[in-house]
């Protein structure tokens, strides 16, 4: 009898705790409801994707093979809804449940920028592409050839860049869509002035670098032996009264100077014997070095005129009258004659 009114004393006692432990889970409930999901979209919503600004049939994923290839723009919905985009969980959370259309905007999360060049090049390219995140500014190294200077950029969308002519680099600002830019470069231009100093021939010429020039140059009387001195490592000669300035690479000032040459002169010197008579030229005449003397004999009548000179006359010419006229070519030295008259009958 006392061993059954334990066991029923032990029942009793179990049935109350557990009655005790249930009351205390149900009480826990109450002060701590199960919050519902936040990010649980609207069923009346209804939702249109765009990928960069075009129409696309279903929201991007914006992670391939552990690479986030696009980026969460911007939304708009209609009715006055507003929401919130989870960048991470990577979804929409309208503010209310109601009746709306919600466009969802994604872009890219980097662009390709193609750069090439005319007469220039692109370093540290692949094949003239780069990748450049989106908003980010590109910078990018573009040299031209030697001999060229920038002319211009020209972009893909009338997208804006800038070159830097003395870094030589090319910044686009913030990148916002796939891209090409062409920069183009020109061959230089220089000037050549020429001074000639005791001469003729001062001028200004233009020429392509690399190109060459050539001027024709000439002394003034009693000046002769050139010399050539060109600015900017320029190198200029002059042959037969012409300057040349071969292969120009730069900006030049060449300066051709004529020496003063001492004025050498000659005496041309007739001896005249009876029954002549000089017509043109005189009996004793000084002949400038390198110049031509000239004198005409006319013999009386019934005479001709006979000569002996140290230097053959270059030419005789006899006139219908019996002038004779002689003519000594590139005097360089004294020239000594004797005229005779001899009859002729």
């Known amino acids: 009898m006392k061993k059954i009114l334990i066991i029923f004393l032990s029942i009793c006692f179990l049935l109350t705790a557990s009655a005790s432990i249930v009351g205390i889970i149900e009480h826990n409930k109450k002060d701590n409801p199960?919050?519902?999901p936040t990010n649980t979209p609207s069923k009346l919503v209804k939702y249109e994707y765009y990928f960069e600004n075009e129409k696309i049939d279903e929201m991007p994923n914006n992670n391939v093979n552990?690479?986030?290839k696009y980026i969460f723009a911007k939304y708009t919905c209609t009715n006055n809804l507003t929401g919130t985009f989870d960048t991470n969980l990577w979804?929409?959370?309208?503010?209310?449940?109601?009746?709306?259309?919600?466009?969802?905007y994604f872009v890219k999360s980097q662009y390709e920028v193609t750069i090439t060049?005319?007469?220039g090049i692109v370093q540290n390219d692949d094949n003239g592409k780069f990748v450049v995140p989106r908003e980010n500014e590109g910078s990018f190294s573009v040299i031209p050839n030697e001999g060229?200077?920038?002319k211009n950029v020209v972009c893909s969308n009338k997208n804006k860049a800038l070159y830097d002519i003395s870094s030589k680099t090319l910044t686009i600002d913030s990148v916002m869509e796939d891209?090409?830019?062409?920069?183009?470069?020109?061959?230089k231009k220089f000037k050549a002035k020429i001074n000639v100093i005791n001469g003729t021939g001062t001028t200004t010429e233009i020429q392509k670098y690399g190109g060459d020039i050539s001027v024709i140059v000439k002394a003034?009387?009693?000046?002769?032996k050139p010399t050539v001195k060109c600015t900017n490592n320029q190198n200029g000669s002059i042959r037969n009264n012409t300057l040349n300035i071969y292969k120009i690479t730069d900006n030049t000032t060449c300066t051709v100077t004529y020496k003063k040459i001492p004025i050498v002169t000659h005496v041309l010197k007739i001896k005249l014997g009876n029954n002549l008579n000089i017509v043109a030229g005189t009996l004793t005449q000084k002949i400038k070095n390198g110049t031509d003397g000239k004198i005409s004999i006319k013999p009386d009548d019934g005479y001709s005129v006979l000569i002996s000179c140290n230097v053959k006359p270059s030419s005789t010419v006899i006139d219908e009258?019996?002038?004779?006229?002689?003519?000594?070519?590139?005097v360089t030295k004294d020239i000594t004659c004797n005229a005779s008259a001899t009859q002729t009958n």
Not at 179 to 187: G, H, L
Not at 321 to 330: A, C, E, K, S
């Open 220 to 224: 003034k009387d009693g000046y002769e």
């Open 321 to 330: 009258d019996g002038t004779v006229n002689y003519t000594f070519l590139n």
């Open 66 to 68: 552990g690479e986030v």
């Open 148 to 150: 060229y200077k920038y």
């Open 91 to 104: 979804i929409f959370t309208p503010s209310e449940d109601k009746e709306a259309v919600c466009s969802l």
């Open 117 to 119: 060049a005319t007469n």
């Open 179 to 187: 891209m090409a830019c062409k920069v183009n470069f020109e061959i």
């Open 34 to 36: 199960v919050e519902k």
